[in-house]
């Protein structure tokens, strides 16, 4: 009857072991932000600076929270800012890149 005293979380997306991951949650954090802004910031042509530099650090702590994620919620979340920094990431790219065509 164990399993009558612990829920069924097997089949959850946002399935979780009970304990605390504080690191990974601020990287989920940070990631989401990230691609956020890189990705309403892409829509503008002359922010490309802005959308091109933080879908770069939304992609590089993304992939660093998704190696050392524990839970499918930190991973469900973490693909959702990496989707949406990496469009950002790209469009910037095309509007203009990282340094504004300086280089």
């Known amino acids: 009857m164990a399993q009558a005293l612990r829920p069924n979380t097997a089949?959850?997306?946002?399935?979780?072991d009970g304990k605390s991951h504080p690191l990974?949650?601020?990287?989920?954090?940070?990631t989401l932000v990230l691609g956020l802004t890189a990705f309403?910031?892409?829509?503008?042509h002359s922010l490309h600076l802005l959308s091109s530099w933080t879908g770069l650090v939304g992609i590089l702590t993304g992939a660093y929270g998704q190696w050392i994620s524990e839970t499918t919620r930190e991973r469900f979340g973490l693909i959702l800012g990496l989707g949406a920094a990496a469009v950002g990431?790209?469009?910037g790219?095309?509007?203009g890149g990282l340094f504004g065509g300086v280089w």
């Not at 089949?11 to 979780?16: H, I, K, R, V």
């Not at 990974?24 to 940070?30: C, E, G, H, S, Y």
């Open 40 to 44: 309403i910031t892409s829509f503008f």
């Open 89 to 91: 990431f790209f469009i």
């Open 93 to 95: 790219m095309a509007h």
């Open 24 to 30: 990974q949650d601020t990287l989920l954090a940070v």
């Open 11 to 16: 089949g959850s997306l946002f399935a979780t």
